[in-house]
């Protein structure tokens, strides 16, 4: 789960553009995400096949 966290503050600071997770990884990442204070910041794109492409936006979303 640390990794996870890692990845997010990656993604907050701007280090890497987005992340993609695998659907076997995403109910552990999504607990993660779901407990970031920033969590409206993150935009999941879900793709064919179960992966999800998540990203950081400045603003947050509604």
Do not use: C, W
């Not at 890692?6 to 607990?31: C, M, N, P, T, W």
């Amino acid at each position: 789960m640390e990794a996870y966290k890692q990845l997010l503050d990656q993604l907050r600071s701007g280090e890497i553009e987005k992340v993609e997770i695998s659907k076997a990884e995403f109910l552990a990442f999504r607990e993660v995400l779901v407990k970031d204070p920033q969590f409206k910041h993150f935009r999941g794109e879900a793709k064919q096949g179960g992966n999800i492409i998540f990203t950081f936006l400045n603003a947050p979303r509604t």
